[in-house]
């Protein structure tokens, strides 16, 4: 998965081709002999891994059937060239992809044009799933909110990951220096404080590739939501992405500001050459260091690959506190890979059942624990792992990551958020300088 830390709406994606709209007729269920039922997904060790596996028993459990893997990096927009051209060829039938989110969608009023999945939805390019009974065994609520539009339902959201302040630590580290894990914003400052009093270098971060971001956004996200259920994160991002169009909020508000303080705090305490430091190599960097750096910031889709680097390593998680009310310091959840059903797919009754087996309880616990994602089936969690635990007993509360305000395409990246690469101590640019900037973008790019 490793999606990357960004205040960005929309990621850019490669541009959609048009034309996509025949819908071939469908297989049967049982194939024939030169059936071939294609999926495609990134490339990830554990994803892959998982979907060979379970490929495996597809064709087992359906002679005469062939399932084939498409995969690319994600890496120089080679997985976006993939997944268009197999669109446009008509020749994929289950497709992994980023959920688009409800905040995908923006209003008419802006003109907005949707990117990546939500244009596929948009256009009526994909299958609605609502009604599959595999559906059954997820929560609707969330699936809706990933990948929901006008009452219909485009994929199945499998996996979603703490991303937004997430905080891997070494346990005897911090068991060595009498800490636990903190509740509050103030109790980890404290803590990154007296850590560094005894010579230690508090956090590791890549700062290369702007992880450095999930601290500004981790609190900026518990701030606005703050006193508010976690079913409210849609309507949210939206009410504040309708704010910022119409100009009644902007990047200079007052809880941008305190995100940006508190950000300045955390940041006193990270690697000082940390802007040096790639996403690629950090966990692995970081694992190897048992007596140094007792936090790393990154998301929680690296655990295999931390504990890989070093399986003797007694590893927690949890995420980053953000305000100084424990109640109010809640994990943000960032949707990941969904597979969909294209409505051009070739062989969508086989599609479906390949869908119901991955969704079989026994195989979707297989899933989450070589892809290290947070469970989004609510009778199935991520077990087995000591850094799930935290995780597991932290979902209650957990809420969906909110989405920046709408940016116009072509708008400078500024628009969308603080640019933390140019921000200090990664860059040379103070505070009140990046967040002038931001707003200064955004109107205009607005406007414009």
């Not at 049982?30 to 490339?43: C, D, I, M, N, Y």
């Not at 905040?103 to 802006?110: K, Q």
């Not at 290369?208 to 609190?219: A, I, L, R, S």
């Not at 116009?408 to 603080?418: E, K, N, R, S, T």
Request: charged share 15%.
């Amino acid at each position: 998965m490793r999606p990357r830390i960004t205040v960005t709406l929309l990621a850019a994606t490669a541009c959609l081709s048009i034309g996509l709209t025949g819908c071939s007729s469908s297989s049967s269920g049982g194939g024939s002999a030169k059936t071939t039922l294609t999926v495609a997904e990134w490339t990830n060790p554990g994803a892959i891994q998982f979907t060979e596996e379970l490929n495996a028993k597809f064709e087992k459990a359906h002679p005469g059937v062939k399932v084939k893997i498409q995969q690319a990096p994600t890496a120089n927009g080679a997985w976006g060239q993939l997944w268009n051209s197999l669109l446009q060829s008509k020749s994929v039938d289950v497709l992994g992809l980023a959920a688009p989110t409800q905040a995908g969608f923006a209003p008419s009023y802006t003109s907005l044009k949707p990117a990546g999945a939500a244009a596929l939805i948009q256009a009526g390019q994909l299958v609605d799933l609502k009604n599959q009974p595999f559906m059954k065994n997820y929560s609707a609520t969330d699936q809706a909110a990933a990948v929901g539009h006008n009452g219909g339902v485009y994929g199945v959201m499998a996996a979603q990951y703490a991303a937004a302040g997430a905080i891997w630590y070494k346990k005897d580290l911090l068991a060595k220096y009498g800490m636990t894990v903190p509740t509050t914003f103030q109790e980890f400052v404290d803590d990154c404080a007296k850590l560094k009093k005894k010579g230690i270098t508090p956090i590791f971060v890549s700062g290369k590739d702007g992880m450095q971001g999930g601290v500004w956004q981790g609190v900026e996200n518990q701030m606005l939501m703050q006193g508010k259920p976690a079913s409210d994160s849609v309507k949210v991002s939206n009410d504040r992405a309708d704010a910022f169009w119409k100009g009644t909020q902007s990047w200079t508000d007052p809880v941008y500001k305190e995100s940006s303080a508190r950000y300045e705090q955390v940041m006193k305490y990270i690697e000082p050459n940390a802007s040096g430091v790639a996403q690629l190599t950090a966990p692995g960097v970081w694992a190897a260091r048992a007596s140094d750096y007792p936090f790393l910031l990154d998301g929680s889709w690296d655990g295999a690959v931390i504990q890989k680097a070093n399986p003797n390593l007694k590893l927690g998680f949890f995420t980053m506190p953000g305000t100084d009310t424990a109640s109010a310091n809640r994990v943000s959840l960032r949707p990941d890979l969904t597979w969909m059903v294209p409505t051009s797919a070739k062989h969508k009754d086989l599609a479906m059942e390949w869908l119901s087996m991955f969704s079989q309880p026994e195989n979707y616990q297989e899933w989450l624990k070589l892809t290290g994602s947070v469970s989004t089936q609510p009778a199935v969690k991520n077990t087995g792992l000591d850094w799930t635990d935290w995780l597991n007993s932290h979902m209650d509360g957990a809420f969906q990551q909110l989405a920046n305000p709408w940016v116009p395409a072509g708008a400078p990246l500024d628009a969308a958020g603080p640019d933390f690469y140019k921000l200090k101590p990664i860059g040379s640019d103070s505070v009140d300088t990046i967040l002038n900037r931001s707003a200064n973008a955004y109107r205009k790019s607005v406007k414009g």
